[in-house]
């Protein structure tokens, strides 16, 4: 006989899945699409590159009020739907801009602003709320699964780029992204009723939710491996923003790339998450996520150098094919490991700083990469190896990669269990200073033995 509460669960994890379609449609043929009407409506490249991040910080402090309204409203699926509708009208502005063919470099930054803020208010109370509804012994399979249709929709949304490609062979380029911006609209309001119809199995989790104040932060970041793992997510993300923003305009205004080759190379990234996904979510399943944000952190690593010789363009598909493998890794790993590491009832207040915390290092990354940019320049090349490379994005591509690799050491003092590079780091150190007369390399090999001892147990 099944359980009583076999049908609410069901029920639950269909619309978990209809929201994260909907919101992926949204993703892909709105917010992915920012940078790219920034440059049509006349900005330079760095300030579009910086559309991708800017707001987003802007919109991080307004979300600070999170634990506090959803205290107030008294319900996660309650506060969370009402700020997935207030997402829904931000995208409105954009629409209407779009359409009449203009709009003010201040009214777009300011509207995609208000489009972060609202997205953030939902994300803490979500990710307290999920854990609910999906129980855990089902929680690796059900994500990598639920990720797959986000994949595929990603991809849907991201197909926007080509009612953009026939608006521009048309002379409609900002009609076609008012079109594109209106279904972005419309999936956003879909995704809000799916909020709407889940279940909330525990009500008490938002009367409970504590301010985000220094005191609650410092007793709740106080355990090691909790503030290990957000300050290594932090330093990771970190380096993608060095370049992040600026592919998009490196793809249209460098290599000249159409809106569907744009799209295709997209394709790719997203295209291989779907493929790979069930495989990821079997070696979540039978390694654990930390070995498995182990292996995205390494692939991922040397992904940026590669932009540099990938010619001719559709090369970069079969690049993004890869990083598509390291990113479903790397994020499946984090995700699960931020639900086994932060309890239910601290979760909200956490997430709510750590995206403050994250927006900021975006826009500080994307401040490094566009200062480094506007020093050398975007026009500027140089023949390395019979290949013409752009000298300011040449730099920051090489810069991203040397910074993701110290951040594997970060990673290492959290979750050895990966591939051990803090001890085999440690071993070669010993081996250095053993070949030095008279210094202690037998005292530091012991310790390095009991420390793989520890691992090991």
Request: glycine share 10%; with cysteine; aromatic share 12%.
């Amino acid at each position: 006989m099944k359980p009583s509460g076999a049908q609410p669960i069901r029920r639950d994890l269909r619309f978990l899945v209809g929201d994260g379609v909907a919101w992926a449609v949204m993703t892909g043929a709105g917010e992915w699409q920012f940078v790219l009407f920034a440059l049509a409506i006349g900005m330079g490249e760095v300030a579009s590159g910086l559309v991708a991040t800017v707001p987003m910080f802007l919109g991080a402090i307004l979300q600070l009020v999170t634990p506090w309204g959803a205290r107030r409203v008294g319900s996660l699926r309650r506060w969370t739907a009402i700020c997935a509708g207030v997402q829904t009208a931000s995208i409105l502005p954009l629409v209407i801009g779009a359409w009449i063919g203009s709009m003010p470099a201040w009214l777009l930054y300011a509207t995609i602003s208000l489009y972060w803020a609202s997205g953030y208010m939902t994300g803490p109370t979500w990710m307290t709320w999920f854990t609910t509804l999906v129980p855990r012994r089902i929680r690796p399979m059900f994500w990598a699964r639920r990720s797959i249709w986000i994949q595929g929709s990603l991809g849907l949304g991201l197909s926007a780029a080509l009612i953009l490609q026939k608006g521009e062979s048309m002379g409609r380029q900002l009609e076609a992204f008012a079109l594109v911006f209106a279904i972005a609209a419309l999936a956003r309001g879909v995704s809000t009723w799916c909020l709407r119809s889940q279940s909330e199995p525990r009500p008490e989790l938002a009367t409970a939710i504590e301010p985000a104040t220094p005191e609650v932060m410092r007793r709740f970041l106080s355990e090691p491996r909790t503030r290990g793992l957000l300050v290594y997510m932090l330093a990771f993300y970190f380096c993608v923003f060095v370049t992040a923003p600026f592919f998009g305009p490196y793809m249209r205004e460098h290599l000249g790339l159409e809106y569907w080759q744009i799209m295709c190379i997209q394709f790719g990234t997203f295209g291989s998450k779907v493929l790979f996904m069930p495989l990821v979510g079997r070696m979540v399943r039978g390694l654990g996520p930390g070995r498995v944000l182990w292996l995205g952190a390494l692939a991922t690593t040397p992904a940026a150098v590669f932009w540099v010789f990938a010619e001719p363009w559709w090369l970069l598909i079969l690049l993004q094919v890869y990083v598509g493998f390291g990113w479903a890794c790397w994020e499946n790993g984090s995700f699960l490991l931020t639900f086994d590491t932060i309890p239910e009832d601290r979760r909200t207040p956490i997430m709510t700083v750590y995206q403050l915390a994250l927006a900021t290092v975006m826009v500080v990354g994307s401040l490094v990469g566009g200062g480094i940019l506007e020093l050398f320049g975007t026009e500027a090349v140089a023949s390395i190896g019979g290949f013409t490379v752009a000298i300011g994005y040449g730099a920051i591509f090489v810069l991203t990669s040397g910074m993701r690799i110290v951040s594997l050491f970060m990673l290492a003092s959290i979750e050895p269990s990966g591939l051990r590079i803090r001890n085999r780091a440690r071993r070669v150190l010993v081996w250095t200073v053993g070949a030095i007369p008279g210094m202690p390399g037998g005292e530091i090999e012991a310790e390095v033995e009991d420390d793989e001892m520890v691992d090991r147990d």
